[in-house]
């Protein structure tokens, strides 16, 4: 599928809605994958991934279990001790049993299971969430959509093929807050945007796990299931259970936190990334990972906005969390207040195609200061964000985090990624849906050997 340039695209409605404690639900009656779920039958919900966050969205599908009638009925993992808890913890959680799938295969294979919720590694994504579609299931999958530019390109294209629901893990995007910046940007309110700006450092030695070198063994798991399409490699525990500190299991910090403020950045400004340059390196904790502790990625937009992306594992101090410039002054996204410091006004362009461009300034569009209150976004209701994807498996509709927007955000995570272990620019061609100086097909990064 030959990819569209998404200058400013026509983004999806936003609807009310909120989250209610729910109760454990009766025996689940299945919906039909080849139609929208009716507005009395209960959505069967099979989970893919046991581990921490698996079990975070299970909590989540049973508070929701009363007010969206859902049930989860079905849980798949591939290491034996993370499946036969879950699905114990389940049958409590949802008062029935439930069932244990060893491979995503023998999930799929469930016709009375009506969507997948994704929990599983970064790099396996993807390749999952195609052939969840494929088999007729809407996908609620953690982010990023992938790390590897062919997979996430083989899963767009098969969610638009089957046209099933994909809803992508990034639940900023319910919050009314990004949608009113996003309004107030294309409104004009904030003149030109020249600059992003986000970082978000932190001190720990993120991702670790203390032994987990000798927490399983291949027996207790299915390596080759796991690996995926990356490389064939001997059975690794780090690379199992670490797989945030390992490329290409992960590219790490810009996979886990890069995900969520570009996606956002992506949503205001309207747009796709055109370029990236990627700088970083492993400076502190020096732990066997390959994925940098300290990064610092520039992705260019075509618009003419530079976003500046920073992270760091050996420092907390002066966190930004997502900061846009324009003529008219400053958007504090986190605190949902724009103020006219740092701005000018708009600019405007007198004597339009001369040989020197005159320009003046509009003083009044200038926002007021922030000590005089500057001017406070007015967002809309926050939405449940795993509610968002039960009611757009009922409408047939879009999500707010959509195959649209979780491409774009896994392209600029992929091209950040693909930088940094380049060491040069990568470009997005939108016409010829390319990256280039080269998209690798995989991996290409051999994976280091674990101290």
Same mark, same amino acid.
């Given at each position: ?31 039909? %994958? ?33 007010? /969206? ?20 913890? $389940? ?9 244990? =799938? ?117 027996? /207790? ?8 399409? %990356? ?65 610092? =990625? ?18 907390? $101090? ?110 997005? /061609? ?22």
């Amino acid at each position: 599928m030959a990819g569209v340039h998404r200058s400013r695209r026509e983004l999806i409605g936003y609807s009310l809605g909120s989250a209610v404690l729910g109760v454990a639900a009766p025996k689940a009656r299945s919906v039909p %994958t080849s139609r929208p779920a009716g507005a009395n039958e209960r959505i069967s919900v099979g989970l893919v991934g046991a581990g921490d966050r698996g079990m975070v969205l299970m909590e989540w599908i049973n508070r929701l279990a009363r007010q /969206d009638n859902v049930t989860v009925t079905a849980i798949c993992d591939i290491w034996n001790q993370r499946r036969e808890s879950a699905a114990q913890k $389940a049958a409590e959680l949802f008062g029935q049993s439930v069932r244990e =799938c060893r491979t995503l295969s023998e999930m799929c294979d469930l016709k009375d299971v009506d969507a997948l919720v994704i929990a599983t590694p970064d790099f396996q994504h993807a390749p999952q969430a195609k052939q969840a579609v494929e088999s007729g299931k809407d996908v609620f999958v953690e982010k990023p959509l992938g790390c590897d530019f062919r997979q996430i390109k083989l899963a767009r294209d098969a969610v638009k093929r089957t046209r099933r629901i994909l809803q992508l893990g990034t639940q900023r995007r319910s919050e009314g807050l990004v949608w009113a910046a996003r309004d107030f940007v294309r409104k004009g309110q904030l003149g030109r945007i020249t600059y992003v700006e986000t970082s978000l450092p932190t001190f720990q030695q993120r991702w670790r796990i203390p032994g987990a070198e000798t927490s399983l063994s291949e027996s /207790d798991t299915n390596w080759g299931e796991f690996l995926s399409y %990356t490389p064939k490699v001997p059975f690794n525990a780090r690379y199992y259970r670490e797989f945030r500190l390992f490329w290409p299991y992960s590219s790490g910090p810009i996979c886990q936190w890069m995900t969520h403020s570009i996606d956002q950045v992506n949503l205001v400004l309207g747009e796709q990334p055109r370029t990236a340059v990627t700088s970083g390196g492993i400076y502190l904790w020096q732990d066997g990972r390959n994925n940098p502790d300290t990064v610092h =990625c520039l992705l260019e937009y075509p618009s003419g906005c530079l976003v500046s992306f920073h992270m760091r594992l050996g420092n907390g $101090a002066h966190t930004r969390e997502l900061m846009f410039y324009g003529t008219n002054g400053t958007l504090d996204l986190q605190a949902g207040v724009a103020f006219g410091e740092g701005g000018g006004g708009e600019v405007v362009l007198q004597n339009p195609g001369a040989w020197f461009p005159e320009y003046t300034t509009d003083a009044l569009r200038r926002l007021p200061d922030r000590v005089k209150g500057g001017v406070i976004l007015r967002g809309r209701p926050d939405r449940d964000h795993m509610s968002d994807f039960f009611s757009s498996m009922r409408s047939r509709r879009q999500p707010c985090a959509g195959v649209d927007g979780a491409f774009d955000a896994a392209l600029a995570t992929t091209m950040a990624a693909m930088s940094l272990r380049q060491g040069r620019r990568i470009e997005f /061609d939108a016409d010829k849906d390319e990256l280039t100086p080269g998209e690798p097909t995989a991996a290409t990064t051999p994976v280091a050997t674990p101290r």
